[in-house]
DNA sequence: TCTATATACCTAATCAACTTAGGTATATAA
DNA sequence: TTATATACCTAAGTTGATTAGGTATATAGA
């Protein structure tokens, strides 16, 4: 389960690979976290068609090996939201581990 | 937003004060996510009797200062549950390191 | 040949866990 | 007298996941 990071996933993947077709973001998403996160497709579809309709993603269908792909790749502003939602997924590890560690509190 | 982990959070506050009580906890969570982490009464008294009724916490009913307080401990079930979720908490955020900073997914 | 697995996309129904918003009640500070 | 803090509670709505179903091609194994 990645509780409600799904969408910093795939956008922090973008923008570090250019393009991606989904089948490709759940088995690279396997691999960096040594199989501990398998996306679902009931999870990531719907998280990609989200993406777009708010502009953060734009898609181009190719055929490969006889079977369809959709690539998507961060637009201008998608691009802007990976920073942000990065950035704000590790102000919460940030802030998890201050509750699992309290006597770092202060350090 | 605590992101499915507001059950880990409550017991492994408890692992270390003993017994709490609701508002107490909200409280003590604020103040080690230093204002970070608001923790919703409608989500807070659900996770109590939900912890309750699977048999971690058991609860006790003080008067103090004309209010009445529920204090809530750990039974023995509890602490054991405590120690499974915060384990599973703290993979859960090396996994997301990993996807963060990949370059670091073979130190 | 038939079957399972991998690749590749999709959606609908369901479930869990949250927020919002309402309620009750006492004590204190402005 | 009004707002804020303390202290508990629940119901309705929202969100984001899982489960389970669908379509289709390619390949490996019995």
Do not use: C, W
């Amino acid at each position: 389960m990645y509780k409600g990071n799904l969408d910093t996933i795939i956008l922090k993947l973008l923008s570090e690979h250019n393009k991606m077709y989904g089948y490709e973001i759940t088995q690279k998403v396997k691999e960096l976290s040594q199989g501990k996160i398998n996306i679902k497709e009931g999870a990531l579809y719907p998280a990609l068609h989200r993406l777009k309709s708010k502009g953060f993603l734009e898609v181009e269908t190719l055929k490969v090996d006889n079977r369809l792909r959709k690539y998507y790749k961060l637009t201008k502003n998608g691009n802007k939201e990976s920073i942000v939602k990065t950035a704000e997924l590790e102000e919460f590890i940030n802030t998890m581990q201050l509750l699992l560690n309290p006597k770092f509190n202060f350090k």
